[in-house]
């Protein structure tokens, strides 16, 4: 059982930045591979950024193609916590950003947590 708590939301001016952290809990976190997705209103939950598993020396990242080039997934095995760095927001970027992990990469993610709330003004 894995236990997620997002922090760093918040309401931010577009062009800004934001700095989201998940808490997990557990000794095993360097086994999860975790990642990081959002809902807009109205709108399904989408894929923002993942991180496999492991150590710095191992370790991958992907981003959906609205987000490459602005964030960046990192993650911090001895603190069990891994980060979203977000810059040069956009309105688009509104949403509750929601923290997730899994064990294996064809794995579903099937541990959340309970979100973080990010509004970007015009």
């Known amino acids: 059982q894995v236990l997620l708590v997002e922090s760093g939301g918040g309401l931010v001016q577009a062009g800004g930045s934001l700095r989201l952290s998940c808490a997990a809990s557990?000794?095993?976190?360097?086994?999860?591979?975790m990642g990081w997705f959002r809902q807009a209103p109205g709108k399904e939950r989408e894929f923002v950024a993942g991180?496999?598993?492991?150590?710095?020396?191992?370790?991958?990242?992907h981003y959906a193609d609205s987000v490459k080039g602005r964030f960046t997934i990192s993650r911090d095995n001895a603190k069990n916590t891994v980060y979203l760095q977000m810059n040069n927001l956009k309105p688009e970027d509104t949403g509750v950003y929601y923290c997730?992990?899994?064990?294996?990469?064809?794995?579903?993610?099937?541990?959340w947590g309970q979100g973080t709330q990010v509004t970007v003004s015009e």
């Open positions: 997730a992990a899994r064990q294996g990469s064809t794995a579903s993610y099937n541990y």
């Open positions: 557990g000794r095993t976190f360097s086994s999860y591979d």
């Open positions: 991180i496999s598993s492991g150590f710095v020396w191992s370790i991958s990242t």
